[in-house]
Structure formats: structure tokens, C-alpha cells
């Protein structure tokens, strides 16, 4: 009964990062090893959809808290480019066709940069924010994950705007038109939604923090996806 009273009651920052890492690893491996025109498949995915929205809120409180916003949105672009190949080799894409969600996130920590620079002017952070909805365009997530980045640091400390948006950018510009053009398979997007009572029981805490654990995190991507193209080709021989 002592010890109790230690027990978190919120989720700090290292457990969220943690949850969208086990989240995206087995998505990945139900969207290229289970048919995606099934219920199974349809079903197995839905859980997934929590790592998207998780990354964009840890991306918008890294805005807020990184002591170098150079070296982090560097260390970023870093990433997108090293996980670039990894990410079309997976999943059979043209090397110039498409690119991961690193790429998005890294967009969408600029765009929050940029508007929430007041001394430059609306017109001109208007325009780099539409610039990296652009940019974003090929990467997995796309302009959503740019989105979703921006209104959860703009409205930073308003749960219900943030929450609000992030609903809003999902159903206007994700699962509508993923629904519309792929069809009923696509309704495992809804999943996204699983991803707010967790964030809700974020309260700003961190918790563990190490330079390993820092790096570790962004290094992981590209790391399973290789993993998960060496037994791809293994099952296949």
C-alpha cells in the first residue's frame, strides 16, 4: 500500500513514444504480410492508427521544450532522408514516388516554427506553412501529419481545440478521402481516434531521458523496416 501512491497517473512522453513504436511496428508488418482486402487485414491495422497522431503531438512538445530547434528540425531531415530507402524498399514504392512519415514530421516541425514566429508576417508564415503542406505531399501521412503538428503547438494547453483539429484535419482530409478512394478497407483509419484518450493522459511529463534513448527513438524506423525487408525476402525465397 506504500508504494501505492507512486504509481503514475498520466503517461509521460517516453511511454507515449514507446506505445506509437509497438503501434507502427505491427502495423507494418499486417500492411505487407496480411491481404489488406480482408476483414483480418482491415481489423488487424486499426490499432496502428494510434503512432501517427502520437508522433505529431511528441514532434509538437518537442518544439516546446528542445533547447536547439536547429539542431533538432536537423536532426529530423536527418532521419527522413536516412529512412527514405528503407521505406520504399518495404513497401515495393518507386524511390521516387513516395517517402515516410519522417519526412512529414520534420515539414510539420518547420510550419509550427515558422507560425510561431511573430515578428514575421502573417502572409509570409501563411506561405511557408502552405509550402510544407506541399512538400509533404509524398510523404506517408502527408500534409495531415504538417496539419495536425501545427494546431497541436498553436493550441498548446487547449485540449479541446487541439483535440478538436486534430478531428476535424482527420476526417476532412484522412479517412474521407482514403474511404472514398480505396473503399471500405480503409475504414481501419478510424483508428486514429484510439490515439486520444492516451494523449489525454499526457500531462507534460517526460520521463526517462538519455542521449541513447533520444537518438534510439528516430533510429528505430528505418532500423525495422530494413529488419522487416531482410524476413520479407527470406519468406519469399
Known sequence: MQGSSAIPKDL??????????????????????????????????????????????MIAEGYHYTSDLKKYTLRLFLFAVVS?????????????QATSVIWGLALGLVALAAAKREDWSLPLRAAIVLACCLLAVPADWNY????????????????????????????????IPSIREIGWTQAYQLGIFLAVPLLLLYKGRQGKKSNLMKWGFYAFYPFHLVLLELVKMIASA
Open 144 to 175: 495531415v501529419a504538417v496539419l495536425w503538428i501545427l494546431f497541436f503547438g498553436l493550441f498548446r494547453g487547449q485540449t479541446e481545440k487541439q483535440l478538436l483539429s486534430f478531428a476535424v484535419i482527420g476526417i476532412l482530409f484522412h479517412i
Open 84 to 96: 527514405h530507402f528503407p521505406y520504399v524498399w518495404y513497401f515495393g514504392l518507386q524511390w521516387w
Open 12 to 57: 509521460s512522453s517516453y511511454t507515449l513514444k514507446n506505445l506509437a513504436i509497438i503501434a507502427m511496428f505491427f502495423d507494418h508488418i499486417f500492411a505487407v504480410f496480411v491481404p489488406q482486402d480482408t476483414l483480418e487485414g482491415v481489423v488487424l491495422r486499426i490499432a496502428g492508427r494510434i503512432a501517427a497522431p502520437i508522433m505529431c503531438y
